[in-house]
């Protein structure tokens, strides 16, 4: 089955404690993209690639960080958070050819107390 | 960056009634994607629509892109199509599709 896999889907943690949101396709998606979703501001992108290597930063790219170091895989780390990093996050993958849809997992919702 | 800006804000419905939210958009675009979010928070694909008219099912959205705006349309509304609706364009035009940017969201209501 296609999809987008993401874990884990709730977590929990304190502030300044390193954490890691794992992000895996199975659809061989040259493109990967991260967004958080917060009430009244929707969604925004926090960073993107176009291919293994290659990153680039979105919207709102504070805090954050990102590697693509397989096709599949596209991690985001947070090597300090803060409570204004509470969110939930979304990770989507899509082709780069032709109908470009993009696919998402089914999000990680964080808490930084 | 694109303005992208989403009508009504709320909607309310009872089963089996249609509905027609809007998506426009402050300059051309070549991708413009549906997006269906469930209570759950779970975030489903629509329709890829940059131009002209598609259908699926009771669902059918059409982008006009020299006007820049897009259509969507539910027809004989179920209680789950409720939700929250999302378009979604790339942030700098056309080409760029790497930055997508997203509207704030319709919130469809559909009440049995």
């Known amino acids: 089955e296609a999809q987008v896999t993401q874990n884990p889907r709730y977590l929990i943690t304190v502030t300044g404690k390193k954490l890691t949101v794992t992000c895996s396709q199975n659809?061989?998606?040259?493109?990967m993209s991260w967004y958080r979703q917060d009430p009244g501001l929707g969604l925004r992108q926090i960073y993107y690639?176009?291919?293994?290597?290659?990153?680039d930063k979105g919207d709102v790219p504070e805090g954050y960080k990102v590697s693509r170091k397989e096709k599949r895989n596209f991690p985001l780390i947070l090597e300090s958070p803060s409570p204004n990093q509470t969110s939930l996050y979304f990770c989507?993958?899509?082709?780069?050819?032709?109908?470009?849809?993009?696919?998402f997992g089914s999000g990680t919702q964080l808490s930084v107390l | 960056g694109i303005q992208v800006e989403q009508s009504p804000p709320d909607l309310i419905l009872q089963e089996g009634a249609n509905s027609t939210l809007r998506c426009n958009f402050s300059?051309?675009?070549?991708?413009l994607q549906w997006f269906h979010q469930n209570p759950w928070g779970q975030l489903i694909n629509l329709f890829y629509?940059?131009?002209g008219t598609k259908q699926n099912g009771r669902l059918s959205a059409t982008t006009v892109a020299t006007e820049r705006y897009s259509l969507l349309y539910i027809s004989s509304s179920q209680t789950t199509d409720s939700g929250v609706y999302f378009c979604?364009?790339?942030?700098?035009?056309?080409?760029?599709?790497?930055?997508?940017?997203f509207g704030q969201g319709t919130i469809l209501t559909v009440h049995p």
């Open positions: 989507a993958s899509s082709s780069r050819m032709g109908v470009v849809k993009l696919f």
């Open positions: 659809m061989n998606h040259e493109y």
């Open positions: 690639s176009m291919n293994v290597e290659v990153t």
């Open positions: 300059d051309s675009v070549n991708n």
């Open positions: 629509i940059p131009s």
């Open positions: 979604a364009v790339p942030r700098a035009g056309g080409t760029s599709y790497g930055k997508l940017t």
